[in-house]
C-alpha cells in the first residue's frame, strides 16, 4: 500500500490542525499531528500586570476550561502570599470546576465525538435521528452553563472566584434546586457510560504513561499538590512541575510538546489518566458504571477516554449534588469571604485537573505583585506528543489489516477527537 493522508483543519475539535501520514510499501514512515495556530502569548501578556489581573486574562485561554485557568493561578497567588482558604472556598472551587467538566464533557461527547460513531458528519443529524438524546444532551450542557454562571458570576470566564474566597454565593435555596436537577440527570448520564461503552473501536495500547492529581482518599481535581504517572507509579510535588516534566519544540507544531523529563517518554493527561489514578475513589453510581463498563485500571486504549469522561459526568453529578446539599447546609467550616492578606514577592504553582487534564500555571511576583514571569502547562500541549504516538501505532493496526486510506483517515480522526484536544489552549 501507497498512500498519502493529509487532513487539513480536522473537524470537530477545539482549534485548527492538521493531519499527515504517508505509508510507502506498507509501512507507516511519516505520521504527524501539526498544529497550526500562531503562538498566542498569554504567558507574555501577564507580565507586569499586578495578580488582581492575571486570572481574568489567564481565562481567556480557553472558553470551556476558563474556570480551571482561574483557579490555577489563584492558588499559586495564593502558595506566594501565605494565604490558607476556608473549606467552604475550597468547596465552592470544586463546584465551579465541576461545572466546566459538565459543560466540556457534554459538548465533546455528543457534538464533537458522537457523530463518529453514528455515521454522521456533524451532530445535526442526530437530532432528526434520536430527539431525545440530542434534548437530553443539551440540557447536561445547559445545567453545567448554570452551575458556573451562579457559582463563578458567568457561564465562562468567572468573576466571583478571587484571591482567598469568593465575591459572591448563591442562596440556599438555590443550592438545594441544584442538587435535585443534578439528580435527575444522573440516570441520563450512567446511559450516556452504557451508549459510548457499547461503540465499537480499534484495539491499541497508548505507549505512554498518564498523568493525573492524586491523592490516595479522594478523586481529587483542585485541592492535592501530588501529580502521580499511572504507569511507573511515580509521584512529584506541583512546585517540582518543571523538574519532571520537560517542554520541547518540533517543527511541525506551533505548540510545545511535553514527556516526562527523567525517561523522557510521552504521556497522556485526561479523564482516562484521572480514572488510572483515581478509579477507586469514585462516586458509587460512577464506580458501578465503570465497572459494568469493564473501565478500571490498567486501561491503556485511548479510545476509551469516551468513555471515562462520561463516568466522569455521573461522577461529577453526584458530587455537586452532595456539594450543592452541604453547602446549602453550612456544613463546610469557615467563609468563602476573601481572606486577607499581604502582597510580597515569591514563587508559586497552581496545579488542578481541567477537564482536559492537567493543568499547572506557574507566576513570580516582585514586591508589588506584579508578573515577572509565568509558564502555563496546559492538558494538550501535554498530549499532542503521546497523540502522534498512538496515532502511528493505530496506522500500522489499520495497514497490517489491510484497510483502505478512507477507513485510515477515518479512524485517526476519531483518535484525535477521542483525545478531546483543544489545540488553541496548546498554543496560549
Known sequence: MKATINVDHVARIEGHGDIHVVIEEGQVKTVEMAVVEPVRL???????????????????????CSASHVVTDLLAIE??????????????????LYGSYLQNHGTH??????????????????????????????????????????????S????????????????????????????????????????FNSFAIPDIQSTGDMLAMYDPDKYAICDSRIAKFAGAGTEFDADDFDGNIEEYAVEHSGALFARA???????????????????????????????KAGLRPPERNPFRN??????????????????????????FEGSSVPEPYEVRAGRGVGFTEAPRGTLFHELDLDDDGRVVRASIVTPTAQNV????????????????????????RLEIEKLVRAYDPCLSCSVH
Open 42 to 64: 498569554f504567558e507574555s501578556m501577564v507580565r507586569g500586570r499586578s495578580f488582581t489581573e492575571v486570572s481574568y486574562i489567564a481565562s481567556r485561554i480557553c472558553g470551556i
Open 79 to 96: 502558595r506566594i502570599f501565605g494565604i490558607e482558604v476556608s473549606d467552604r472556598t475550597n468547596a465552592l472551587r470544586e463546584l465551579l
Open 109 to 154: 461527547l455528543f457534538v464533537l465525538a458522537a457523530p463518529d460513531f453514528l455515521g454522521q458528519k456533524s451532530v445535526f443529524p442526530v437530532e432528526q435521528i434520536d430527539p431525545a438524546l440530542f434534548d437530553s444532551a443539551l440540557a447536561l450542557k445547559s445545567l453545567g452553563n448554570e452551575l458556573c454562571t451562579k457559582v463563578g458570576g458567568r
Open 156 to 195: 465562562i470566564h468567572p468573576i466571583t472566584a478571587v484571591v482567598g474566597g469568593f465575591t459572591h454565593e448563591m442562596s440556599a435555596d438555590e443550592y438545594r434546586a441544584f442538587a435535585d436537577r443534578m439528580d435527575g440527570m444522573r440516570p441520563f448520564a450512567i446511559a450516556t457510560v452504557d451508549l
Open 261 to 291: 523529563r527523567w525517561t523522557k517518554s510521552n504521556y497522556m493527561t485526561s479523564a482516562l489518566a484521572r480514572i488510572n489514578v483515581s478509579w477507586d475513589n469514585l462516586c458509587k453510581d460512577a464506580k458501578v458504571a465503570a465497572a
Open 306 to 331: 469516551n468513555v471515562a469522561q462520561a463516568v466522569e459526568l455521573v461522577d461529577a453529578l453526584e458530587r455537586c449534588a452532595e456539594l450543592c446539599r452541604r453547602l446549602a447546609n453550612d456544613e
Open 385 to 408: 506528543a503521546n497523540l502522534e504516538s498512538d496515532m502511528r501505532q493505530l496506522a500500522e493496526l489499520l495497514v497490517a489489516q489491510g484497510a483502505d486510506e478512507a477507513e485510515i
